[in-house]
C-alpha cells in the first residue's frame, strides 16, 4: 500500500529546528514543492507558522519518510501539531489530505498537510504577520539577517 507523503512549510522543513527534533534519520527523500489556494501567516508569539484557504501559493518541502518508520513518524507529527482527531474542535491544527505540486517533477501528489485551528487562537487575527510571499523559510531567514544586521 503506498503510504502518503507529508507536505511541511515551517519548522519542520529541513535545517529548522522540529526537523532536526523529529524527521531527521526519518526521512527517505525530501523534494521542493508548493501548495496553492493559500495563505501563509508566521505567529510570532509561538515561534511557527499557519496556512489557512486563500489565493496564494505556500511554498514548502514534500517529505518521504522511511517506509518502516511512517506510523510512528506520523503520531510523532500528530502529537507534535496538537492534531486530536479528524475534525476535532481542540486540534491545534487539522489534519487534511490536499494536492501538492512537486517541483522536481512538475507533478502533483496528495500529501498530508497540517492546516490551522484559528478558531482556538484569540491572538491570531491581532498577532499573526501574513507573508505574502508564501515562504516561512525565507521569512525566517530574512528576519534573523535584519537582526544580526541591525541590533
Not at 43 to 61: L, N, Q, S, W
Not at 67 to 75: H, P
Not at 92 to 103: P, R
Not at 114 to 138: C, M, Q, R, T
Request: charged share 30%; proline share 3%.
Amino acid at each position: 500500500m503506498k503510504r502518503i507523503n507529508l507536505f511541511v512549510y515551517g519548522s519542520l522543513r529541513e535545517g529548522f529546528f522540529n526537523y532536526e527534533k523529529y524527521l531527521k534519520g526519518r526521512v527517505a527523500e525530501t523534494m521542493t514543492a508548493k501548495l496553492s489556494n493559500m495563505k501563509l501567516y508566521h505567529m510570532p508569539y509561538k515561534g511557527y507558522p499557519a496556512i489557512m484557504f486563500g489565493k496564494d501559493t505556500v511554498i514548502g518541502e514534500i517529505m518521504v519518510l522511511h517506509e518502516d518508520r511512517y506510523e510512528e513518524t506520523m503520531k510523532a507529527m500528530d502529537e507534535m501539531e496538537g492534531f486530536i482527531s479528524e475534525g476535532n474542535p481542540e486540534n491545534e491544527y487539522h489534519k487534511v489530505v490536499l494536492e501538492v505540486q512537486n517541483l522536481e517533477t512538475n507533478e502533483m501528489e496528495p500529501c498530508f498537510v497540517y492546516f490551522y485551528n484559528k478558531e482556538k487562537d484569540e491572538l491570531f487575527d491581532s498577532s499573526a504577520v501574513y507573508i505574502p510571499h508564501g515562504d516561512w523559510k525565507e521569512h525566517m531567514l530574512a528576519e534573523e539577517e535584519q537582526r544580526e544586521n541591525f541590533g
